[in-house]
C-alpha cells in the first residue's frame, strides 16, 4: 500500500518568496497534520487538517498556512520566506480516530 | 503543556549489545504513545505504537514499554545491529491530534 507522499523532496528559495508544499495521505487516511524539523527546535507542529477543516493550529506566525481538498490531499504555503524557515517540513497522516501517524519522508527547504 | 524528555540524548553501543532507551513525558493523560525512527534527512519511520491500556508491544528485536502513572516509556532493542543506527524519536498526541515529540536519542552501533 502506498505511503505518504511528499513532493517535491527538495526546494531552494530566495528570501521573501513564498512556496507550497504538497502531501498525498494514506488512502483512507482523512487526518493529514504538518511539522517543521528544525536542528535547533526539533520537531514542532505546523497544524492539521481533518476533512478539510483545520482542526489544530501551531504556534508559528500567519505567513505559514494550509489547506485540504475533498480527497484528503493537503498543501501548506509559507509567504515572504525567511531564512529561519529553512527546514524539513514533514506531513504525517493518520485514520480517525488516531491510531497512530504515518509520516512522509519530507520535504527540505533551504532559503537563501 | 505536555514535555517529552529523551534519555540519553547520543548513545554508543558495540554491535551485538542489548540497549535501553527512555522517554519521560509530563501529562499522564496520554491515550497512545508512538516510536519512531528518523536516519539523517529522511522521515520518520513508525516503530511501534503502544494505546494507554496496554503495557508493553513488541516487534521482532524492539520492544516498548509504557507506564503511564509514571510517565515513562521505554525501548529495548535486543541484539544491536549497525543497520540500527538512527535517531529514535517518542512521541505522544494530546486530545487535538497533536505529536509532543522528544529530542531524540541518537544511536550509533559499531561494527
Known amino acids: 500500500k502506498a505511503g505518504v507522499t511528499q513532493t517535491p523532496r527538495y526546494l531552494i528559495k530566495t528570501r521573501g518568496q513564498q512556496v507550497t508544499l504538497s502531501c498525498s495521505p494514506i488512502?483512507?487516511?482523512?487526518?493529514v497534520s504538518w511539522y517543521q524539523q528544525t536542528p535547533g527546535q526539533g520537531l514542532q507542529f505546523l497544524f492539521e487538517?481533518?476533512?478539510?477543516?483545520?482542526?489544530n493550529k501551531g504556534n508559528f506566525p500567519g505567513r505559514f498556512s494550509g489547506r485540504q481538498f475533498s480527497n484528503s490531499r493537503s498543501e501548506m504555503n509559507v509567504s515572504t520566506l525567511e531564512l529561519g524557515d529553512s527546514a524539513l517540513y514533514l506531513c504525517?497522516?493518520?485514520?480517525?480516530?488516531?491510531?497512530?501517524?504515518?509520516f512522509g519522508s519530507g520535504t527540505r527547504l533551504t532559503v537563501v | 503543556k505536555q514535555e517529552v524528555t529523551q534519555i540519553p540524548a547520543a548513545l554508543s553501543v558495540p554491535e551485538g549489545e542489548n540497549l535501553v532507551l527512555n522517554c519521560s513525558f509530563t501529562?499522564?493523560?496520554?491515550?497512545?504513545l508512538q516510536w519512531f525512527r528518523q536516519d539523517p534527512g529522511k522521515g520518520l519511520t513508525s516503530l511501534l505504537l503502544?494505546?494507554?491500556?496496554?503495557r508493553e508491544q513488541t516487534s521482532g528485536r524492539l520492544n516498548a514499554s509504557l507506564d503511564k502513572s509514571s510517565g515513562r516509556s521505554t525501548l529495548y532493542i535486543a541484539a544491536s545491529q549497525p543497520g540500527d543506527s538512527a535517531t529514535y524519536l517518542c512521541?505522544?498526541?494530546?486530545?487535538?491530534?497533536?505529536?509532543?515529540f522528544g529530542t531524540g536519542t541518537s544511536l550509533t552501533v559499531i561494527p
Open positions: 488512502s483512507g487516511h482523512r487526518s
Open positions: 487538517y481533518f476533512s478539510e477543516t483545520q482542526r
Open positions: 504525517a497522516s493518520s485514520r480517525e480516530p488516531v491510531t497512530g501517524y504515518t
Open positions: 501529562d499522564s493523560a496520554i491515550y497512545n
Open positions: 503502544i494505546q494507554s491500556s496496554q
Open positions: 512521541a505522544v498526541p494530546n486530545t487535538g491530534n497533536q505529536f509532543y
